[in-house]
């Protein structure tokens, strides 16, 4: 009779030992991140931890079309907004959006007003929207995406919000998880510091340099392939593909080692 030192294996055995897994039902990722073996997690904002997708791309379309009516051309898609806009810092958006429809406007300067037909203008109008809607409306974290904080959070993970948008802060304090975060990297601290934006891989690697972790101890979360791309590119240790509508395709072949539809699916 064996004790319960004995050699043979339990199936609950394998929980201790991270290179040895349950099979997984096809699809379905849950538990097969072994938060033991990093020691950060570094956050995108817009459709990671906050549906605020659905607020950009309101807010996209209303200044787009608005704009594309008064040119004679066909109206602004949610493929457009995928294409071309998602994740991009805002002025690469409208300048990357305009291009694909052979539109060509100067470029302008941030401090350009909102009613400007620059690219500056437009981003500006489209930032000026956003705002509206948020102290409006407010915005509620995924209750998925809570829950894994929570979990990190007592784990010790420490965590960063990395953001292409200047109006992280403004979310993160609508949607109060702002305490949540030791370090964000927002389109403001970017533009401060002088760093370029995804797909490149520069905030997320600040971001973890200001929490003191080593890249191949972080995890990069991310909905947008830009966002993917840019945490490939910095030689994380997961990437991890959200898909809120990108598709897993993309997102694979963007550089998610993982896609999952839902933070949930990360919780042990
Ligand atoms: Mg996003």
Redesign the pocket.
Known sequence: MRGASGTAKSPRASRADPWVRAPRAAGSYAGQVDWIRYDAALF?????LTPT?LVHMAAWAETFDAFLAGRGQPAYTEQDYYDHV??RPRYEGVATFLASRGIELPYGDPSDPPEADTVCGIGNRKNVAVNEVLDRDGVDPYPGSLRLLDHLGDAGIRMAVV??SANAPHVLKVSGIADRFEVVVDGAVAARDGLPGKPEPDTFLAAADRLGVAADRAVVL???TS?VRAGKAGGFGLVVGVD?GAGPQALSAAGADVVVADLAELLP
């Open positions: 995108d904002l817009d459709g990671v997708a998602d994740g953001s292409s991310e909905d947008a966002g809120r």
